[in-house]
T-cell receptor, first 113, second 112 residues
């Protein structure tokens, strides 16, 4: 499967726990984007990364959220001390060298109990 | 601040007819526009795009029209097929930023 791979597909956490969402870009793509979709809304940009660099984090909440894309391995979106409002679908996309179009994974559905 | 708007939450079209999905934007800096299709429990799939230097782009059954003066674009699907039933998102970006700004989507249902 040469597409964008996200795991887990579903993640359940209790309030106060940490959530880690993983994204492996398409082969040959070195640019990764994270988006969040709340129910009945469009996708909202969170962060844009290249290998080992954060390029644009203008959509990231200032607290509890962080993202990385290490030299080896997948990109990780980390949410600390989760709250009910973090429940959403989180989508990762990748592209070659920042060009469009971006290609999306099938998302991680995060549910907070 | 909704910079990309899809004012029709849903649309129903008969199989074989034309589907027209509309999108309006407010940010005059947007210079590249994309349409994505999304099925439930899947990620968005890229359909077609258009640069602001063009007013039309066609790919098979899908055509996107851009009216810069009106800040409006539309996606035409001809002929519509039952497999086209999905949520369609309009997205835009500027040449200086790679992030996409999405509309809220239009749910298209193609009936037999």
């Amino acid at each position: 499967n040469a597409g964008v791979m996200q795991n887990p597909r579903h993640l359940v956490r209790r309030r106060g726990q940490e959530a880690r969402l993983r994204c492996s870009p398409m082969k040959g793509h070195s640019h990764v984007y994270w988006y969040r979709q709340l129910p009945e809304e469009g996708l909202k940009f969170m962060v844009y990364l290249q290998k080992e660099n954060i390029i644009d984090e203008s959509g990231m909440p200032k607290e509890r959220f962080s993202a990385e894309f290490p030299k080896e391995g997948p990109s990780i979106l980390r949410i600390q001390q989760v709250v009910r409002g973090d429940s959403a679908a989180y989508f990762c996309a990748s592209s070659p060298q920042g060009y469009q179009p971006q290609h999306f994974g099938d998302g991680t559905r995060l549910s907070i109990l | 601040d909704q910079q990309v708007k899809q004012n029709s939450p849903s649309l129903s079209v008969q199989e074989g007819r034309i589907s027209i999905l509309n999108c309006d934007y407010t940010n005059s800096m947007f210079d590249y526009f994309l349409w994505y299709k999304k099925y439930p429990a899947e990620g968005p799939t890229f359909l077609i795009s258009i640069s602001s230097i063009k007013d039309k782009n066609e790919d098979g059954r899908f055509t996107v029209f851009l009216n810069k003066s009106a800040k409006h674009l539309s996606l035409h699907i001809v002929p519509s097929q039952p497999g086209d039933s999905a949520v369609y998102f309009c997205a835009a970006n500027t040449g200086t930023a790679s992030k996409l700004t999405f509309g809220t989507g239009t749910r298209l249902q193609v009936t037999l």
